[in-house]
């Protein structure tokens, strides 16, 4: 069964950065594709970011030239970095592959 496991979150003023790792196990990681999605209170879940397996990206435009998502296959670990932050990208994020998700992590962001 595939396991993943966010990191990263917390706490940061508007304009700083966070970068967030999606751990994998249980899966032959480098063929495949990660997504990162959020869900702030009281909103549906959304798409934030994707990496395939062959390193193509693609972002939400919420987010596009602020987010950016690496690989590392080495270690099984997808990131998601996040710059130039605003209150509203508070929300749990969540790192998705097929039908698994994580757990989430916390990201708030303060005015």
């Known amino acids: 069964q595939v396991q993943l496991v966010e990191s990263g979150g917390g706490l940061v003023q508007a304009g700083g950065s966070l970068r967030l790792s999606c751990a994998a196990s249980?899966?032959?990681?480098?063929?495949?594709?990660v997504g990162w999605y959020r869900q702030a209170p009281g909103k549906q879940r959304e798409f934030v970011a994707r990496?395939?397996?062959?390193?193509?990206?693609s972002f939400a435009d919420s987010v596009q030239g602020r987010f950016a998502i690496s690989r590392d296959n080495a270690k099984d670990t997808v990131f998601l970095q996040m710059n130039s932050l605003k209150p509203e990208d508070t929300a749990v994020y969540y790192c998705?592959?097929?039908?698994?998700w994580g757990q989430g992590t916390q990201v708030t962001v303060s005015s």
């Open positions: 990496i395939t397996s062959v390193g193509f990206t």
């Open positions: 249980g899966t032959l990681f480098r063929f495949i594709d």
């Open positions: 998705q592959t097929s039908i698994y």
